[in-house]
């Protein structure tokens, strides 16, 4: 395949030259441990979301059109047969995550913004990831989903994907840069998705019908949610997404509600005027938290790790704006009691944040020399 102009094709990508190197740790205090955090690989182009695999290898997309395999610090040559993606904007290669049985069948899912006729659009995909002695490649990709009405604006794709332990899938999607389609919903745009694996719909959907709107939509009225989990504290799902100047939301997304954008909100036009009729009405939902001045929120996690006792059930968010790590301080019933920022302006924009197996915290910083930072408990703590 032959990139054209705004479309890049994850195969031509020559391979970044990151050999293996000294990470540099560096101890940083908290209100209630003291975290040491290691640069464990760099070289990326502005990676956007990270699985662990199963062997303790990294796979991490780009938003620059590619996705890699990271072992031992070093970066593989691009995974083969990545579909073709728009990278323009804030659009590119964004989301991963292994299906539940990904040991046995090797299935991943990953979201992209999609080239067409008349314009771009988010889309999501599964495929079966294959590595073969030192290389990589994606065979069966099948889309899954893909917005029926494409844009050629070049900002609110979402997405993150969460794959339930029943195979489900929930997808955040953006606004596609036109707020006023976060409150059709005969339109996916601003909206959380939930299919089956296969890209079927599952009959409890509140809109299964398709009647009062699409059958694939959860929820609406979102603007640009770039952080989703699975809350095993509250068995709910759980979004942070974008708001406009001020405004950014910590939102738990139900069954065919409302979450306002952009009729309700707490933020302001980057003009400074006002969007839509204030910060409340009849037939919307409230956030559980929410953020002004914007901080700019993308990834987000449940910490749950035998590493940081202290953190047990707290929500943990990548800031992009302000550069740093937050912490949601929850009690035991999920209730937010306070917020910590940690690692402001050490490492840049923090587009994603996950949990290893052991505890430890990943980080996905949003630069041309994108990193993997690695925060574990320092010794001293």
Known sequence: MKPISGLVSAITFPLLLALPFAAHAKDF????????????AKGLGHPWGLAFLPDGALLVTERDGAMRIVTDGKLSKPVANVPDVVVKGEGGLLDVA????????????????QPGTTGVA??????KLVRDQGSAALEDVTVLLSLKKRTTRNQHFGSRIVVMPDGKLFVTIGDQG????????KDEAGSVLRINSDGSIPADNPFADGKKGLADIWSKGHRNPQGAVWDPVTKSLLTIEHGAMGGDELNRPEAGKN??????TYGKDYSGAKIGIGTAAKGYEQPLYYWDPSIAPSGLVVYEGAMFPEWQGDLLAG???????VRLDRDDKGTIKSEERMLKGEFGRIRDVRVAADGSIYLLTDEDDG????????KSS
């Open 319 to 325: 800031a992009l704006k302000f550069e740093m790590l």
């Open 122 to 127: 988010t889309a999501l995909a599964r495929a």
């Open 371 to 378: 990193k993997i930072i690695r925060l574990s408990r320092a």
């Open 259 to 264: 979450y306002g954008w952009p009729v309700i």
């Open 178 to 185: 036109d707020r006023d389609r976060a409150q059709d919903f």
């Open 29 to 40: 205090k908290t209100e209630a441990v003291t975290v040491r955090a290691e640069t464990i």
């Open 98 to 113: 292994l299906a539940p049985d990904f040991a046995k069948s090797g299935t991943i899912y990953f979201t992209y913004t």
